[in-house]
């Protein structure tokens, strides 16, 4: 076993295998985000509210546990970094020199497929985002088609265009 302490201060006791196990686990946890948004994905477009509810729980969950793995590993790094003589807030790969060069392109590897893997969950969430918003329009659409009474559009503050149905209405006035 390779012990990058060999390299460091001698009281860190740090091996490249922890490091990669942390990158490991991260990768998995960006994997199953990516299948929570394909499923996301799957509930907007069969429009099934409840199922889409529990998957939103379920992705909600997923970011937090990949938020806690990338907190972790970014303490990890900025402890390596400031051993090595970098500035804390130093990219993994460019610490990478000071590993074993045999576990040099492993550790590339798995650095760009996380970076991939990030790249497609913000990709999928921008796409789910717009079809959810696509289909509230839709749906208003339709309801502003089969009771055009019930619906008015109005401006928010924003300027952006929203819908203000009746029953919205009733409890505003109530309210007031």
Same mark, same amino acid.
């Given at each position: ?23 490991? !686990? ?5 994997? +199953?985000?990516? +299948? ?10 069969? $429009? ?8 939103? $729980? ?5 970011? /937090?546990?990949?938020? *806690?793995?990338? #907190?972790? @590993? ?10 090595? =003589?970098?500035?804390? !807030? ?23 497929? *996380? ?6 969950? @913000?990709? @999928?969430?921008?796409?789910? =985002? $717009?079809?959810?918003? $696509?289909?509230? %329009?839709?749906? !208003? ?5 089969? %009771?055009?009474?019930?619906?008015? #559009?109005?401006?928010?503050?924003? +300027? !952006? ?6 029953? #919205? @209405?009733?409890?505003?006035? /109530?309210?007031?």
């Amino acid at each position: 076993m390779v012990q990058l302490s060999q390299l460091q201060k001698p009281h860190t006791s740090f091996t490249w295998e922890d490091l990669l196990s942390l990158l490991r !686990d991260e990768l998995q946890e960006y994997g +199953g985000l990516v +299948g929570l948004l394909n499923a996301q994905q799957q509930s907007i477009l069969n $429009r099934n509210p409840q199922s889409l509810l529990e998957v939103n $729980r379920s992705v909600q969950n997923q970011i /937090e546990a990949s938020k *806690i793995l990338h #907190k972790r @590993r970014e303490g990890f790094v900025s402890s390596l970094a400031s051993n090595y =003589g970098h500035p804390e !807030d130093v990219a993994l790969s460019e610490i990478l020199e000071h590993f074993p060069s045999v576990t040099q392109p492993m550790f590339h590897s798995i650095i760009e497929e *996380i970076n991939n893997l990030i790249t497609q969950i @913000r990709k @999928r969430i921008a796409q789910n =985002g $717009r079809l959810l918003s $696509r289909l509230t %329009d839709v749906t !208003d659409q339709l309801l502003t088609v089969s %009771d055009p009474a019930s619906h008015s #559009k109005t401006y928010s503050k924003t +300027g !952006d265009l929203s819908s203000l149905s009746l029953s #919205k @209405r009733a409890s505003l006035n /109530e309210s007031a």
